[in-house]
């Protein structure tokens, strides 16, 4: 049996590193935004790398939902999937992963907000994520009766090994150390799009530092962080602890 997991979350909230830390387990496979190209023919929206990826990917939802259903790569009795809620603008969501074990990763707006625009344009609130991820937050939680388990990214970096240890636990998976490093450079398993935005989980082996103080932001930067605050706070109340 296939112990599927669905991490979501939004852009730029240490979601590749949390992959590269799953990839690091011998026993578990890992899927990189499965409905990237899906959500960027649908949507029109001009990212970097854009017409490349949905080149490269399979862009039919129905199709790519049987795939992330199905047996796990190589015959792996976990499949981690890094998923993102904004990208699920297609017929299909959450709803229709009823099988998977989900969970949550968030992160302070401010920290989105600096790093994302540091890559890309940033035109609103909603490209960020922090609504979907409340709203599939509080879907999943109705349709089980119970919390599921987030984690946040500043207490993942201030204790790693605490953190994912906790997450483990919540997701019904053995904790096992291997997930606290991994190999430098990019990974097979990354989407084509890493080449633009995976530079620093690239040069790393592991979890970097914790963070220090927020970032300062200014003029419309600030106000979308601002923006996302409300509901990141709100994420923030059922956040695991190790």
């Avoid at 029109?44 to 199709?63: N, V």
């Avoid at 998977?100 to 344009?121: C, D, G, Q, T």
């Avoid at 620093?200 to 605050?229: H, I, M, Q, W």
Wanted: hydrophobic share 35%; net charge negative.
């Amino acid at each position: 049996m296939t112990i599927r997991i669905a991490m979501w979350s939004g852009p730029r909230n240490i979601s590749t590193a949390m992959m590269r830390s799953f990839a690091a387990r011998a026993d578990c496979a890992v899927s990189d935004e499965p409905f990237y190209g899906a959500f960027l023919k649908e949507s029109g929206e001009d990212h970097p790398l854009g017409k490349e990826t949905i080149a490269d990917m399979d862009c039919d939802w129905q199709s790519i939902l049987r795939t992330q259903a199905g047996e796990a790569p190589d015959g792996q009795p976990i499949w981690y999937q890094k998923h993102m809620p904004h990208h699920m603008v297609g017929p299909v969501d959450i709803a229709d992963m009823p099988d998977h074990r989900h969970a949550f990763l968030i992160r302070a707006p401010e920290r989105v907000v600096a790093s994302y625009k540091a890559k890309n344009e940033l035109r609103s609130p909603e490209m960020l994520g922090f609504a979907q991820v409340r709203a599939y937050f509080e879907r999943e939680a109705d349709r089980t009766g119970k919390m599921p388990p987030v984690v946040d990214s500043d207490g993942i970096l201030d204790n790693p090994g605490g953190v994912l240890e906790a997450l483990c636990i919540a997701l019904g998976i053995m904790w096992d150390p291997a997930m606290l490093s991994w190999k430098t450079g990019p990974h097979p398993t990354d989407g084509l799009w890493g080449a633009h935005w995976y530079d620093k989980v690239n040069a790393s082996t592991g979890f970097g530092p914790p963070r220090g103080d927020l970032p300062e932001l200014t003029g419309e930067y600030r106000k979308t962080a601002e923006a996302c605050r409300e509901d990141y706070e709100f994420m923030c109340k059922y956040v695991i602890r190790p």
